[in-house]
């Protein structure tokens, strides 16, 4: 991560004591940083620029930075000691901007806290700047059931620099017909040569139009290309595949594309389940047919217990959820797609939002409690 620190001083400070202290407390933070001091000329360009306000007497120094720095920032990150009256100046400077109606926080408490703080900010901005020039693939139209799971592609390449391709899923359909795992290993193939050719970094797939042409299914497909790094999502769900990318971009690992298929709303348990799950996200694996269809090639995979989260974003960003939770189990029920995964919320009123408001029927399980860097990344876009 690209982390810079600029400084705010007053003059009226002994320069040497500064310094001295300086060098303590970023010491007692311990995070790689580059210390740029007062030159602010390329503020606003890592993936997390703060200011360490490191005395008193600074605020009207920051106002007349301001003009400059607002040009390249759209919310403000001041970093706060406990010595030499940095807090205070720290609040007036952010009264300062909510009165001018820009956003701002103070990165001030243990140690501990600041240095949490700064690696999710620094994450998310990391995030955001993977994001622009990325290209998605819509292989084919959006499965016809997916009513609500509509998409603006101009507010994906205005607010995250996303490119949306539309493509034709012939190039899949007219595939030879092959039965069992060789037709399933034809499908990746040729999903694998089209992604190249056309320089996607991600792409959703109308899967459900393969079972009726090439009697196959693209769950092992997918399951794959996502574990060699290509998000790779199935029934023509952009804002499933959206969530998919943000999912890589935050933690650089993998999204599961499921379906809440039972929620215990009083105990905060349900289970998710899907035919195809990335197979970097599994301990193991069996094959066996596609569920509805009881054709092709279908995943049932086991995930390791522990913590997760639940995530979907909006396909035009208006709106986005996370819960996280521990999973519990894999289970192999026969009337549910193959992968199988019981979670329980950690917030039991976590439950009321997939049966009152919901983002659609799609959601990706991500590993490890990582909702607060999709609430950051989310913030500022």
């Known amino acids: 991560m690209d982390i810079a620190i600029y400084t705010l001083t007053s003059e009226l400070h002994d320069a040497a004591s500064v310094e001295a202290l300086t060098n303590k407390f970023l010491a007692s933070i311990d995070i790689a940083c580059d210390l740029r001091g007062s030159d602010f000329a390329d503020f606003g360009r890592h993936d997390l620029s703060l200011i360490y306000v490191r005395t008193g007497g600074t605020e009207a120094i920051f106002r007349r930075l301001l003009p400059q720095l607002q040009t390249q920032c759209t919310k403000f990150y001041l970093l706060a000691s406990g010595q030499s009256n940095s807090l205070a100046a720290s609040m007036e400077i952010l009264s300062y901007l909510r009165q001018q109606r ?54 994906l390449r205005q607010r995250l620099g996303i490119e949306l391709v539309e493509l034709p899923i012939e190039e899949l359909t007219a595939l030879p017909p092959k039965t069992g795992l060789e037709g399933a290993m034809s499908i990746y193939e040729a999903l694998k040569a089209m992604g190249a050719k056309e320089r996607l970094d991600g792409f959703t797939l109308r899967c459900f139009d393969l079972l009726t042409t090439v009697r196959n299914t693209g769950c ?130 976590d439950a009321a939002y997939f049966l009152s408001n919901p983002i659609g029927n799609h959601h990706i399980v991500v590993p490890g409690h990582v909702g607060q860097l999709f609430g950051e990344l989310l913030s500022q876009v």
């Open 102 to 155: 820009l956003q701002g926080e103070i990165l001030h408490g243990t140690p501990d806290y600041v240095r949490r703080r700064i690696t999710t900010l620094a994450r998310a901005g990391q995030a955001r700047r993977w994001l622009r020039g990325r290209r998605l693939g819509v292989i084919g139209r959006p499965s016809d059931w997916l009513i609500a799971s509509t998409y603006g592609a101009d507010q």
């Open 220 to 349: 092992l497909a997918l399951a794959r290309l996502n574990a060699e790094g290509m998000v790779a999502g199935c029934e023509g769900d952009v804002p499933a595949m959206l969530s998919m990318l943000l999912t890589r971009a935050l933690t650089g690992s993998s999204g599961f594309q499921s379906n809440p298929a039972c929620i215990d709303p009083d105990a905060g348990m349900m289970t998710l389940a899907h035919c195809t799950i990335p197979l970097d996200m599994v301990e193991r694996y069996e094959l066996d047919t596609h569920f509805e269809s009881g054709l092709g090639i279908g995943i049932r995979g086991y995930m390791r217990p522990g913590p997760v989260t639940i995530f979907k974003v909006a396909g035009d960003l208006s709106r986005w959820f996370a819960a996280e939770g521990q999973l519990l189990r894999c289970e192999q029920r026969p009337d549910l797609c193959r992968t199988q995964l019981v979670v329980e919320l950690a917030d039991k009123a």
